[in-house]
């Protein structure tokens, strides 16, 4: 089912003058949707009200999640992508003091995974693109995602599911659409994302919900690619597909490990309800 809406009227553009497409002025969710509810809206929600904020795009959130809320419901079961931009400007970098955002939904199939990345886990492709670094964008789910465009084109091969990506100084930072984690004896390692990547929802729920609930230690800081191929199991997440682990990266293989299958099995409880 496909399904469009802008600012909570069914439609099928925005005006070409609208700063998300001139600027990519904006913000972005992407919501997994079961049985007509948004899953981990909560979260998505606190990620969205820290990013306008930030940005200072001016943004009634009540009625927004009333919109979502409607939106999921209408759409049953896939995906919703929530968009909110700055609103119609006129030429030049400077916002309009009066704009009024843009709020655009899409909805759209559920993607078809297969089970086996999963259970099995996935080739990790090592993209040549760097994350630039950019601490007042730095966490935020905005809409310049053209290092992830440029990462994404350099595979074609089905054997890599997921890209890493680094930074400019070569520390690890995520997955092209995805966060990353390390476990090294027993403690959980993920990226200091203050200077770039994106603070996902998923990354976000296993910090603050299932870490804590195995009584996981984690730590959260700067990651060097040697502590990467030096990890005993490595897994990627994100608010779609849950938790797959890493089999592979270059010369360098893993197993999926009894941290991983442990953190699967509390995710898979903890967000069957929300």
């Given at each position: 089912m496909s399904l469009c809406r802008v600012n909570g009227q069914p439609a099928e553009g925005v005006p070409v003058r609208d700063r998300g497409l001139a600027y990519g002025d904006g913000l972005f969710e992407t919501m997994r949707v079961q049985a007509g509810q948004p899953k981990l809206f909560e979260r998505h929600l606190q990620r969205l009200e820290?990013?306008?904020g930030r940005l200072r795009i001016p943004c009634d959130l009540d009625r927004l999640a009333l919109e979502v809320r409607l939106f999921a419901a209408e759409l049953g079961e896939g995906v919703a992508k929530l968009i909110v931009t700055r609103g119609?400007?006129?030429r030049g970098y400077a916002p309009n003091a009066g704009a009024e955002p843009t709020r655009i939904l899409l909805?759209?199939?559920?993607?078809?995974?297969?089970?086996?990345?999963?259970q099995d886990g996935i080739g990790l492709y090592p993209c040549a693109t760097r994350l630039a670094e950019q601490p007042v964008l730095a966490?935020?789910?905005?809409?310049?995602?053209?290092?992830?465009?440029?990462?994404?084109?350099?595979?074609?091969?089905?054997?890599?599911?997921?890209?890493?990506?680094?930074d400019l100084g070569g520390r690890v930072i995520e997955g092209v659409f995805s966060n990353?984690?390390?476990?090294?004896?027993?403690?959980l390692l993920t990226a200091d994302l203050s200077r770039c990547g994106v603070a996902g929802v998923m990354r976000a729920h296993i910090i603050e919900h299932a870490a804590p609930a195995l009584g996981?230690?984690?730590?959260?800081?700067d990651l060097e690619y040697e502590e990467l191929l030096a990890a005993d199991e490595v897994f990627m997440c994100n608010s779609l597909y849950g938790i797959w682990p890493v089999h592979s990266l270059d010369a360098r293989r893993w197993s999926p490990g009894a941290?991983?299958?442990?953190?699967q099995a509390v995710l898979a409880d903890s967000t069957s309800g929300t």
């Open positions: 820290h990013g306008v119609i400007g006129e909805g759209s199939a559920s993607p078809s995974y297969p089970a086996h990345y999963a966490g935020l789910k905005h809409l310049n995602r053209l290092e992830q465009v440029m990462a994404r084109a350099e595979w074609t091969d089905p054997a890599y599911a997921e890209g890493l990506m680094r990353l984690f390390l476990v090294c004896e027993g403690r996981l230690p984690l730590e959260i800081r941290v991983t299958r442990k953190l």
